[in-house]
């Protein structure tokens, strides 16, 4: 069963972009879009399981200028 979710995420002044590219590299992202906002990065990704969310979501917040991620998943 593939469960789909989304990260938003706030990046350091100025660095939405680099994330949204570095963000698009981890394995089961399937979109990453520099947005305005409050919010700065929006990831769409997908995982097998609770573990590969987790997996997913921890590679996304060591990303280089990531401040700080919340994980919504698809009900």
Do not use: C, W
Not at 2 to 12: E, Q, R
Not at 16 to 30: L, P, S, T
Not at 46 to 73: C, W
């Amino acid at each position: 069963m593939v469960l789909p979710f989304y990260i938003l995420i706030n990046a350091k002044k100025g660095q939405g972009d680099y994330v949204a590219q570095e963000a698009k590299k981890v394995n089961g992202v399937k979109m990453a879009h520099h947005v305005t906002g409050s919010i700065d990065v929006i990831v769409y990704a997908q995982a097998d399981d609770f573990t590969d969310i987790r997996r997913v979501r921890g590679a996304v917040f060591e990303i280089q200028n990531v401040v700080r991620t919340e994980t919504s998943i698809y009900v």
